[in-house]
């Protein structure tokens, strides 16, 4: 199920932000254009990895978890909710810090009730700095995270909890290595 991921991630071209080997894919990026049956497998993937039982909610941060968080909540029926970059002055709207190898900025947490049953997803972790900021809100609003699911882990890091990645992979200025799969 996860050959066009793997095979993809392998071919994907690099570019330097600063000092930051960043690689571009599709389910990363969105560029050079997103293969529904790539976007199907992660998909499917995912539900078979993930404890849904009971869940109200899944939570992801814009943007690049939007595409996957979207067809999670088709196939499951389980509404979705989006970290925000952007305030939208609700009452009760949650705002973190969000920092990643490249960039720094807020995330605007809305909609999440005391004792919601959640699922975070994102594309993928690296520093682990977006997944904290996005915990962080939760925890802050109440809600009980059930599981945490990311496509691709990049190197190492350490979330404070167990998460599960569907690929992990190691990163250089010569490009992707593949070194594990879920299964
Ligand atoms: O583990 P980290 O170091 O935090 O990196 C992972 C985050 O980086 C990217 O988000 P980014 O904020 O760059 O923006 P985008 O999703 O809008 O592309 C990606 O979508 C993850 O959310
Ligand atoms: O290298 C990367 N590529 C795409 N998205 C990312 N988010 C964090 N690091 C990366």
Known sequence: MLERLIESLEAAPMVQRGDYHYFIHPITDGVPLLDPALLRDVACAMVTVMDLHGVDKIVTAEAMGIHIGTALSLMTDIPLNILRKRSYSLPGEIAVHQSTGYSTGQLYLNG????????????????????????????????????????????????????????????????????????
């Open 112 to 183: 999440i009730e005391k004792g919601d049953r959640v699922v975070v997803i994102d594309d993928v972790i690296s520093t682990g700095g977006t997944l904290k900021a996005v915990l962080a809100a939760l925890e802050n609003a109440g809600a009980e995270i059930v599981d945490v699911c990311v496509v691709i882990q990049r190197g190492e890091p350490e979330l404070g909890r167990a998460y599960t990645p569907l690929v992990t992979i190691d990163v250089d200025a010569d490009g992707v290595r593949v070194i594990d799969t879920c299964r």
